[in-house]
């Protein structure tokens, strides 16, 4: 066998879940042949896709001994910058920013996605990059769940669009809805910053990040690799939430992040036969954190179960709700777009 027809072969070896071939991503470092023996040293960084490839490999070229290794790619350029100084690695967008909460199940992603098209609707250029890369969850929220990943042909990652906004997420890069997502923190921060870095967002007047739940990783980098115009917080009206989101304040005060302001999700009930409000996980709290840690009021919003149904059935509340509706997430985004 010679080199140019082993490489013929391995152009039909695609990475899993991709449509691009080992050789479209330029991942085979070496290739050897020795009569019977091929060796073939993989650059990449992925353990697991590694494993899979390996025994793909092995199988097309059954007829040989086969060797394959894995060299490590170096990760990717991630000079960890400080917060005082963060790196600019998304300088195609005007305004960064991070929709983030202490707190888990609070509406984050909720109110990433329906802001997001609140600002498009506004006029603006938006793209929405959903960090949380162990949750995705935007994909579905903007009814691109069977999208797959695509590329430019100048080897940029292409975004998804739907509803007037642009996005990316880890949940088009894998092949079904519940497929594991284990990554060591070090390769999820990676393809953070490829999405940051390799994504074809062109010229953006809000980039929004939809942040995992937490005070962790993931805050930091961003904090650190893109220039923050500001943090949204989100939170729920009781008290867990409220100290959970307070110890989120905190810290992006410490790093030097300004906060946009405090949204008081999942407020009230209002009852759909009576239109009784139920004050179901408190009175105020988020009011009084915004005014004890001095950061805007942006706004409440109800506990409603068209606002469940829509995100959940990738039919945003902020296109296909009632006026009402549609009037919460729409008031924030002016207020935002104000506040610059
Ligand atoms: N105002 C609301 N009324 C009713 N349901 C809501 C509201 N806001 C969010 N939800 C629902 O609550 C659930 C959690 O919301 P979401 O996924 O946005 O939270 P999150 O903070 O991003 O969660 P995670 O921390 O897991 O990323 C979803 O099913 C969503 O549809
Ligand atoms: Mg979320």
Redo the contacts with the bound molecule.
């Keep these: 066998m010679t080199k140019q027809q082993l490489t013929d072969l391995l152009n039909s070896v695609k990475y899993p879940n991709l449509d691009k071939s080992i050789v479209d991503l330029k991942l085979i470092d070496d290739v050897k042949i020795d009569g019977k023996r091929i060796f073939i040293t993989l650059h990449m960084q992925n353990e697991e896709a590694f494993s899979y490839l390996q025994s793909t490999i092995k199988d097309l070229l059954k007829d040989f001994t086969v060797e394959v290794s894995l060299k490590a790619l170096q990760k990717k350029d991630i000079k960890y910058g400080s917060t005082q100084k963060p790196n600019n690695r998304a300088s195609y967008a005007k305004k960064v920013i991070a929709v983030t909460?202490g707190?888990?199940?609070?509406?984050?992603?909720?109110?990433?996605?329906n802001l997001s098209i609140a600002l498009a609707q506004e006029g603006f250029k938006v793209g929405l990059l959903d960090a949380?890369v162990y949750?995705p969850?935007i994909p579905r929220?903007l009814n691109v769940v069977g999208e797959k990943l695509r590329w430019s042909s100048d080897d940029k990652i292409l975004p998804t669009e739907n509803y007037g906004i642009k996005s990316i997420s880890v949940g088009i890069t894998t092949p079904s809805h519940d497929t594991p997502l284990v990554w060591r923190s070090s390769v999820a921060i990676s393809a953070l910053i490829q999405f940051l870095e390799d994504v074809k967002w062109k010229e953006l007047d809000f980039l929004i990040i939809?942040?995992?739940?937490g005070t962790g990783d993931v805050q930091l980098t961003m904090a650190q690799e893109v220039n923050l115009a500001g943090a949204v917080i989100?939170t729920t009206p009781q008290q867990v939430s409220i100290d959970d989101v307070s110890r989120a304040i905190m810290m992006f005060k410490e790093i030097n992040v300004p906060i946009l302001g405090l949204i008081e999700?999942?407020?009230y009930f209002v009852a759909p036969d009576t239109k009784a409000i139920y004050e179901i996980f408190g009175k105020g709290l988020g009011e009084q954190t915004s005014i004890y840690y001095k950061i805007p009021f942006l706004g409440k919003?109800?506990?409603?179960?068209?606002?469940?149904?829509?995100?959940?059935s990738g039919k945003p509340?902020v296109v296909f709700g009632d006026e009402s509706v549609k009037g919460?997430y729409k008031e924030i985004a002016k207020k935002i777009v104000k506040s610059f």
């Design positions: 909460s707190k888990g199940g609070v509406g984050k992603s909720t109110v990433s996605t949380d949750g969850d929220m939809d942040m995992p739940p989100v999700n999942m407020s919003i109800p506990l409603l179960m068209d606002i469940r149904e829509g995100s959940d509340p919460y």
